[in-house]
């Protein structure tokens, strides 16, 4: 997760009473380790204030490790039972689609998940560079192919956020971003290596995409 998606994320739960979101099932956690320490922007913008308010988060994921609640594979039917008894009031599905070869189905536990009035926050890369875990279907859809994909919801906001590739890729050193300026003026030496560093001098501009949306499981079906 990008720092600019999770402050997207709480700018839009900021919204809705917390009575009205939580418990909330967090798929595809990961670790405590990785939402406090590697990434620690997604505890500060998106779970700190969960636990302000006393409110349940319970984080799932295929590893086990501390901050792990519920540990296993959200195919497996037993997983996934578990899961729904849980009665979610709303799932954050983040990040996920991406890694997954059949899209449709995990659309359709995610909407499972939650009781009718619940709510789902989903993102997916729009513009991010190939990224296995394990793998990575270059799944890269706009506002409506994500909407369309979870049948039985209706769209309360949505964004394509973008994010910061400097951050992410420099860690905000501006020494290898001197260095990448001062090839780029350089375009006398070394031609194909001058043409690459402009290349990614563009990427970095440009940043990353993110599609970030809010749903709404209906509370009854559309007739």
Request: hydrophobic letters at 45%.
């Given at each position: 997760?990008?720092?600019?998606?999770?402050?997207?994320?709480?700018?839009?739960?900021?919204?809705?009473?917390?009575?009205?979101?939580?418990?909330m099932c967090?798929?595809g956690?990961?670790t405590?380790?990785y939402?406090?320490?590697?990434q620690p922007y997604?505890d500060?913008?998106?779970?700190a204030?969960?636990?302000?308010?006393?409110?349940?988060?319970v984080?799932?994921?295929?590893?086990?490790?501390?901050?792990v609640?519920?540990?296993?594979?959200?195919?497996?039917?037993?997983?996934?039972?578990?899961l729904?008894?849980?009665?979610?009031?709303?799932?954050?599905?983040?990040?996920?689609?991406?890694?997954v070869?059949d899209?449709?189905?995990?659309?359709?536990?995610v909407?499972?998940?939650?009781?009718?009035?619940?709510f789902?926050?989903?993102?997916?890369?729009?513009?991010f560079?190939?990224?296995?875990?394990?793998i990575?279907?270059m799944?890269?859809?706009?506002?409506?192919?994500?909407?369309?994909?979870?049948?039985?919801?209706?769209l309360?906001?949505?964004?394509?956020?973008?994010?910061?590739?400097?951050?992410?890729?420099?860690?905000?050193n501006?020494r290898?971003?001197?260095?990448?300026?001062?090839r780029?003026?350089?375009?006398?030496?070394?031609?194909?290596?001058?043409?690459?560093?402009?290349?990614?001098?563009w990427?970095?501009?440009?940043g990353?995409?993110?599609?970030c949306?809010?749903l709404?499981?209906r509370l009854?079906?559309a007739?």
């Open positions: 997760m990008l720092p600019e998606e999770a402050s997207w994320i709480r700018r839009q739960l900021e919204r809705i009473d917390p009575a009205a979101m939580y418990p967090n798929l956690s990961s405590l380790h939402r406090t320490v590697m997604i500060e913008e998106l779970f204030r969960a636990r302000g308010f006393g409110r349940k988060v984080h799932v994921d295929m590893k086990v490790g501390p901050g609640d519920v540990a296993g594979d959200y195919s497996d039917t037993e997983v996934a039972a578990r729904r008894a849980m009665d979610f009031k709303s799932v954050m599905c983040c990040n996920m689609l991406e890694h070869t899209r449709q189905a995990l659309a359709d536990l909407v499972s998940l939650v009781r009718p009035g619940g789902l926050i989903v993102t997916v890369p729009r513009e560079p190939y990224h296995e875990d394990p990575d279907t799944f890269r859809p706009d506002i409506s192919q994500v909407v369309e994909l979870f049948k039985g919801t209706e309360v906001s949505a964004r394509v956020v973008r994010a910061s590739r400097f951050v992410q890729d420099m860690g905000g501006w290898p971003a001197f260095r990448l300026a001062v780029v003026c350089v375009p006398f030496y070394h031609l194909q290596r001058w043409a690459g560093a402009v290349h990614y001098a990427q970095l501009w440009r990353y995409r993110v599609t949306v809010i709404r499981r009854q079906a007739a």
